[in-house]
Structures are given as structure tokens and as C-alpha cells.
DNA sequence: TTGAATTTTCAATATTTTCTGAAAGCTTAG
DNA sequence: CTAAGCTTTCAGAAAATATTGAAAATTCAA
């Protein structure tokens, strides 16, 4: 490898020449990427290498990622290992190369449907077993059975609810993801919202994150 | 008011006779809440407050919240008024009460819809706005051009899948929560899936994240 | 098998988020 | 106006999470 030990720049992905605009707005999507992964409960990291990914085609090895993201080894390790369980990158071991490369899912339907059963099994399937053992066992005595039975009430609406959506989100997020983007569209008509090719910024002053 | 100065006496909510039964199903929902709220990075304290509320019928003060909860006075302020501002929980005075009372939300879709209107402004909001800036100009030159036009590519497949489906959350979440069950119903006939007016337990080892 | 090129693991450290508690701020009755 | 009763604020403590870095493990060519 021709690298000199005096190097330090950064730019270990492309060889000469780079477009630096490019590069720029690779850099402001993983930041926003990373940014909004905060809000998700994502690891930062993770989602930018993620991101990284995405927007490059080509699939990077580990020493490219960690240099353009500056993280260190064992994060990279960590972070590339969670991103292949969650399935939305693959590994890609090539005859000749000793290092592995990994390259993102390019599709977003895709994306967003293994995203979704991800968070699905993490985030719904648990409420699910859990909901049930927040029954009390009915008296159906006076005072006392009544408040039991609305209680129990309370968690059979609740239980009903959730898998309601949880039915149909396992539905649409099945496996190649032409399940959502058929949902979404199928919504989309349903209400007779069509979707606008420009954005319109109907409000402005939303939140109310206070102070 | 009818309360002795030597009074000390935690029980606040419940008057002498407790159902211990219920009691103890009310706390099995709460933790579940709590533990399912931070998976979907929601503050442990703040779903608790909200599960509280929500299996208790009738308002509860900020006293009898902390010692059901364990939790300090500060904390529940500012965890009672981040549920307000999200729209779950209201705040009720009544004359010749000096305290507040807080009433959770009784419906479950409206719940929902509730939650995600929130969740779409914080996490889907932000996204809409920050990806049209990380597009980069087009020189429409060569193979610098090339590489460009496929970035933006990219990210308008994005946005545009993230604004259809933000189009359709906004439409299915407004304000009263019919939508979001009409919904979740429409998609259900959608794809054949029959929702069972009694809950049947079609599969019961549901299995999970299987290693 | 050896050893060079990688990747993985994990204890230690850094960072971020959440919770507490005490003091300051309101509001209303008197 | 003053005081009692309640609520909010916020700096700092505590807890939870994320990241590092270096040692150990793995892999493969020779």
C-alpha cells in the first residue's frame, strides 16, 4: 500500500483528484443523517457511517470509513456489525482482497421496510407479550370487580390497537419493501391527497419546544 | 381543607382500602411502558407518568404522581409538562382547589395519533427541510457531472419517499384520531388481512429477535 | 506453521441524558 | 400586604450510552 507514513490527509476514499462540492454535500447528508438518527434513539455514528454508505455508491473498506468519519477502529467494527444485522448493508469479501467491503442498501423502499420491521420487532413485538400479564384476574364482584373489569378493559383496547397496526405494518414491511411504497401510495389515494412534485411550507413557526 | 398539619400520611390517592391486586397490575404496566418508552427514546419517567395516568381513571395531583412514582418533585414538573405539550395528558383546576389535577388521554387512537403528530415533527419535519440542502449544484459537465446528477438522484428518491410518507402520516394523524384507525382498518382489508373482533392468538410462541 | 494483514473484543474514558432537591416564583385567602 | 400552598427552575449529581484504543483473535498466503 503506497501510503507514506507522513500522510494525513484524509481523502483515503478518493484517489487525486476530488470534487470538493460533492464531497461537501456528502458530508452536510451524513451530518443530517446523524443529526435526525439522535432523534431516533440511533447511535450517531451509526447512522452516519450508514450514510456514508449510501450516498457512496462503491462499497468502502473499513480504513476509508473510519478516516472520512473520523471514528476510531472498534467503533467502525461495532457500528458496520449492528448495520449488517439490521440489514440494510452488506459485507462484500472479494477474491485477491484481504479486507472486507461494505456497501449500503440502495434502495429506499427497501431501506424503510427493514428499517420498520427492525423497529418492529424491537419496539412492538415486546409491548405485545407484555401487555397481556397487565391483566388482573377478574373478580366480578361488586366495587371491586368493577374497577378490575375497566382496568382490564383499558388493556384489551390497548392490546387490540397495537395489533391492529402491528398486523398491518407486518404485512407492508415484508421482505423487498414494494410493500410499503404500495401502502404509502394506496393511503395516498385513499384520502385523495396526491402527493406534490414541489414542497409548499404551508406553516412556518410550528413546534413549541418552549422558552 | 380538612387536613391536619401533623398529617403525613403518603396515601393520598387512595383512601384506606386499596385493591393490591389492581394495584400491582397498574405498576406491571407502568414499568412496561416505561421500558418500552425508552426504547423509543422517550424518558423512562415521562412514559411512567403518562401509563399512570393513563390506567388511573381519575386525576391525580403532582403529590400523589411522586409517590406513586418515586420520583422528585422537579422531575414531575417538567415530566407533567412535557406530556401537556405533547397533547396526551391536560392539565384540570378546579375552584376551591388549589392544586392541578392531570387527566391522561382515555382513547387509545387518539393517543396514537397524538404521539405520532409529535414524532413527525421531530423527526420527520427537520429531515424534509435539511435533505433539499444537501443537494449539489450540477455542472452538468463530464464525469464530474455524472457523479452529481446521481447524488442528487439519490436524495430527491429520498425526499421525495420521506414527503409521501409524511404526506399520508399528516392526513391519517389529524387532530381527532379517527383517521389513524381508519386507516390502519383500510390497510388491513387492503391486503386481505381480516382484524378478529376478539383477539385470537394465532401464534403463540411469536417468537422474537432470534439471535 | 509462521507471520502479516485484518477484524473483533472489551475495559476504561468521555459524552450525553436524566433526575434530584433546594431555592425562587406564583397565586390566592385573609 | 403577608403568608400558606403549590409549581417551576436549574445547577449539579447520578445514571445511561457511546467511543476509544490497544491487546487478542482470526484469516490466509506462502
Known sequence: MPRSPTDSTPATVTPPAVDLELAASQDRFI??????????????????????????????????????????????????????????????????????????????????????RARKRREIDPLLEGLVGC?????????EGTQRSTHNDRMDELLSAVRLLDGVSERFTAADGRGLRTAAVALAKLVGFIVPAQKRAERSGIRGGGT
Open 31 to 116: 451530518a443530517l443523517w446523524g443529526e435526525m438518527a439522535s432523534r431516533w434513539g440511533v447511535p450517531r455514528t451509526v447512522a452516519e457511517t450508514h450514510a456514508l454508505l449510501f450516498v457512496h455508491s462503491e462499497p468502502l473498506d473499513v480504513e476509508s470509513i473510519m478516516q472520512r468519519l473520523r471514528i476510531s477502529r472498534g467503533n467502525a467494527s461495532m457500528t458496520l456489525r449492528t448495520l449488517v444485522e439490521w440489514g440494510i448493508i452488506s459485507r462484500q469479501m472479494q477474491r485477491g482482497e484481504r479486507r472486507e467491503f461494505f456497501r449500503a442498501e440502495q434502495d429506499v423502499w427497501r431501506l424503510f421496510a427493514t428499517v420498520a
Open 135 to 143: 391483566r388482573v384476574a377478574s373478580t366480578g364482584r361488586g366495587r
